[in-house]
């Protein structure tokens, strides 16, 4: 079996691919916000950026595991998802309660998905 390691580093790898199977890390916010809408605008962006890096997209998201620290923020997050999620395609999902790394962080988001075989399926699924 042929695995391809993404945005590796001696602790993780950003993402993994193999056999047709793409598998990100959590993704956490990058911006210095403390607002959850623009958090979770920024981990989406991230998750469209790898998912695209191997071959995939947010059509192709199997599953998605999301973390929040305050499930008050569960309305807010939402609100992002659903303008970013393809009604058509929802992937199967969970959200949890959880404690975060960094204090900071106000959302973590892990996916899988499948890799496109070819354009012509990215164009039609």
């Not at 950026?49 to 939402?78: F, Q, V």
């Not at 609100?79 to 204090?103: F, K, T």
């Amino acid at each position: 079996m042929n695995i391809t390691y993404h945005g590796q580093t001696p602790r993780l790898s950003e993402a993994t691919v193999a056999n047709g199977f793409v598998f990100l890390s959590g993704m956490v916010p990058e911006t210095d916000s403390s607002d959850i809408t623009e958090q979770t605008q920024d981990v989406l962006k991230q998750i469209d950026k790898w998912l695209e890096k191997c071959g995939s997209d947010k059509r192709h998201i199997l599953e998605a595991t999301i973390y929040l620290p305050d499930l008050a923020d569960y309305a807010a997050m939402n609100a992002v998802w659903d303008q970013w999620v393809d009604p058509q395609r929802a992937p199967a999902r969970a959200c949890v309660a959880a404690g975060l790394a960094n204090p900071a962080w106000k959302i973590e988001i892990k996916v899988s998905a499948v890799q496109l075989q070819n354009t012509a399926d990215k164009n039609t699924r």
